[in-house]
């Protein structure tokens, strides 16, 4: 049954192929907007910018999304079309990781679907929709993801946007009762929790061995990047980013809150050249510094430098805006 699959969406990746070149750069710019690095510019606009709470709920959103998705890779350990067959990759660097169900497809849906139900804009919707869509077909037209990566992946986004919806008033109720301290010790064990649920769907695959020909395929697709999807690297990032973002979130409601609308343009521009110079040196900068191995100091340093990114832009930041009067904060 699988193999059929993936046979037909190999063929599928080809056909979407065969209709141009043209469409590679375009395709590479839908799968850019389903990449970490993407969101770590556009969450930041929402938050500094427009709306603090706002993006402070999208980031928890893409952070959850992407917790849940890693752990179902690691579970399932689906190919990637690639790994089957070289010639079919068309993306710029190996993708990380198995391949159900695609984060491509999960992350977006779940994020894109939340701002839907705040804005309520029919023609925004459909934007939304139309967005989801190119996202999830360009990972076909790239050869990363199998069709069934996409519809599972799309499923999934969607349950995760339901249950969100669902428990946040109540999540949040519960959490305005509590101390910093308390929550701040929560989330943290929810972190370690998220990333030793990882650990043990890994320790779970035993003996379990990467079939050679999915190595040796991988490794003629992307000669320069080893294959090395048994890692806890993506459940560290978003365990720690989740933590620093709402250990980062306490601290701004306890010192009074944020206004993301106050000033003019002008000062809303600086706060993102500022909050954006500052989310750089943190991702950019720390990864320059720490070891990317995988062990656990990697890890332990992986947690801090993610951990610190997510306080930034919801903690740091904000703070520092205010402190020199480009926002103001106002009563949560």
């Known amino acids: 049954?699988?193999?059929t699959i993936f046979a037909?969406?190999?063929e599928l990746s080809y056909w979407l192929q065969s209709l141009g070149d043209w469409l590679t750069p375009a395709m590479k710019f839908f799968?850019?907007?389903g990449e970490i690095?993407?969101?770590?510019l556009v969450m930041p606009v929402i938050l500094w910018v427009i709306d603090y709470r706002l993006g402070f709920r999208v980031a928890v959103m893409l952070l959850l999304s992407g917790g849940i998705n890693e752990l179902f890779k690691l579970g399932f350990r689906i190919p990637r079309p690639f790994w089957l067959d070289p010639d079919v990759a068309k993306a710029s660097s190996l993708p990380e990781g198995f391949s159900l169900p695609s984060g491509h497809s999960q992350m977006p849906l779940s994020a894109y679907g939340l701002l839907a139900t705040v804005i309520k804009r029919g023609w925004v919707t459909l934007v939304f929709i139309l967005l989801i869509f190119m996202i999830g077909l360009s990972r076909i037209y790239l050869g990363v993801h199998f069709y069934i990566d996409i519809l599972s992946g799309w499923l999934l986004g969607g349950l995760?946007?339901?249950g969100f919806l669902v428990f946040e008033g109540r999540v949040k109720n519960w959490f305005a009762s509590k101390s910093f301290g308390a929550k701040t010790l929560v989330v943290f064990t929810y972190s370690i929790i998220m990333i030793l649920a990882a650990a043990v769907v890994i320790a779970g695959a035993?003996?379990?061995?990467i079939p050679h020909e999915w190595l040796v395929n991988a490794h003629i697709a992307y000669p320069e990047e080893p294959l090395r999807p048994f890692n806890?690297?993506?459940s560290i990032t978003a365990a720690a980013a989740m933590f620093g973002l709402a250990v980062g979130d306490f601290w701004v409601i306890e010192a009074g809150g944020y206004n993301a609308k106050f000033g003019g343009w002008w000062?809303?521009?600086l706060r993102f050249v500022i909050g954006l110079a500052g989310v750089l040196v943190l991702y950019k900068g720390l990864d320059q510094i720490f070891p990317g191995e995988e062990d656990m100091v990697s890890y332990v340093l992986r947690y801090v430098r993610y951990g610190l990114v997510g306080f930034w832009i919801s903690g740091i930041g904000p703070r520092l805006f205010i402190r020199i009067k480009l926002a103001e904060g106002e009563p949560e």
Do not use: A, E, R, W
């Open 1 to 3: 049954m699988l193999d």
């Open 8 to 10: 037909q969406s190999i």
């Open 31 to 33: 799968t850019f907007l």
């Open 37 to 40: 690095q993407f969101y770590f």
């Open 160 to 162: 995760v946007l339901i």
């Open 206 to 209: 035993g003996d379990y061995q």
């Open 232 to 234: 806890l690297n993506l």
């Open 267 to 269: 000062q809303k521009v």
